[in-house]
């Protein structure tokens, strides 16, 4: 009976390893990110899913669009609110993606950072495989308006808030998208950051973000934002005026090639974005063209944000050139890695 009792007792302590193996464990060494110990490079896409006629985000095409991530070659998609439907994660992690999970700070007590909420959402799915980082705030250096006129107050939340992640979770580094390359009082600030997000928009060319990083931070980057829309304000650099997803395809090549040229310091990029956005300007049941972002001037090839065409596949899931761009090259970079 002693010998039947200690051999349940050792099925469970051994199903109970093998369980808690199940979950990867994330972290950081000098400039690389690492899953289960292994260099991760990201392949990634941000993903902001909006129906016509909404402003939410809303999952109901999410079989659809993680068939075609997967087609692409995608391995991380970044989102800039907690996913709060653990059935959503569960079938992004089946698809074997990882996700970036952003928190913003202040969303009326919603899982943000100025309530203190998040750390609710940090411990209820810090066990979950999908998650690859928690991502806090996304441009927030670009207003200073929103933080009583003084961005400084905005860095002290932000290396709190990381601070408090790192108490609650061993296995996930935390992250920023900030807007372009921190300065050193900003990198002072915020020791908590393991690993710093930047929305880059050098035109079609963003090399120079990494040789400038090498030189004030010994720490993993990644480009949070970075890529082109379809629709030309102006006809210019030889494309023409109006929807042009050649432009966008160009721009994007040419984005991804400096991106993964440089992975001795670049640890991968979240493409902006996945689907076009009919709700950021004018009426939600049009696609409009127009938009605004903080320095945008370095948008290829015209200089401005469209910002409802910025999607590698259309509202109705349509593929652009730019997505065909974005398959050939993460999927030559999963054949140069296997």
Not at 25 to 38: A, D, P, Q, Y
Not at 126 to 144: D, F, Q, R, T, V
Not at 188 to 216: C, H, L, T
């Amino acid at each position: 009976m002693k010998q039947c009792i200690t051999l349940v007792l050792f099925a469970l302590v051994f199903t109970s390893c093998k369980s808690e193996l199940k979950n990867d464990f994330v972290s950081v060494s000098g400039r690389k990110i690492l899953v289960n110990e292994t260099p991760y490079i990201i392949k990634g896409i941000c993903y902001h899913p909006v129906p016509i006629g909404s402003d939410s985000v809303d999952f109901t095409n999410l079989t659809q669009d993680l068939a075609l991530m997967i087609e692409a070659g995608i391995n991380t998609i970044r989102v800039y609110a907690p996913i709060e439907d653990v059935k959503v994660l569960d079938e992004i992690n089946d698809a074997g993606i990882k996700v970036i999970i952003g928190f913003g700070y202040n969303q009326a007590g919603k899982n943000d950072i100025l309530s203190g909420t998040f750390i609710n959402y940090v411990n209820t799915f810090k066990s979950h495989k999908a998650i690859l980082m928690w991502e806090l705030g996304n441009e927030y250096n670009y207003h200073p308006e929103w933080f009583d006129g003084d961005i400084k107050n905005w860095y002290k939340a932000m290396n709190n808030a990381a601070g408090l992640i790192h108490e609650n979770d061993k296995n996930h580094p935390t992250t920023t998208a900030h807007g372009e390359l921190p300065d050193a009082l900003v990198l002072s600030m915020s020791q908590n950051i393991d690993v710093w997000g930047m929305n880059v928009y050098r035109w079609d060319n963003p090399e120079g973000i990494f040789s400038e990083w090498k030189a004030i931070s010994n720490k993993p980057m990644y480009l949070s934002e970075a890529g082109g829309d379809s629709y030309m304000t102006i006809t210019k650099a030889g494309f023409e005026k109006g929807i042009n997803e050649k432009a966008q395809a160009a721009a994007t090549l040419k984005i991804l090639q400096k991106s993964f040229g440089n992975t001795e310091i670049n640890s991968g990029v979240t493409l902006f974005s996945f689907t076009d956005g009919w709700w950021k300007s004018g009426s939600n049941t049009t696609q409009d063209m127009g938009g605004w972002a903080p320095n945008s001037s370095g948008v290829p090839y015209d200089g401005t944000p469209n910002e409802e065409f910025w999607g590698i596949v259309d509202i109705d899931r349509k593929k652009k050139e730019a997505y065909t761009v974005v398959k050939e090259h993460y999927l030559n970079l999963n054949k140069q890695s296997n």
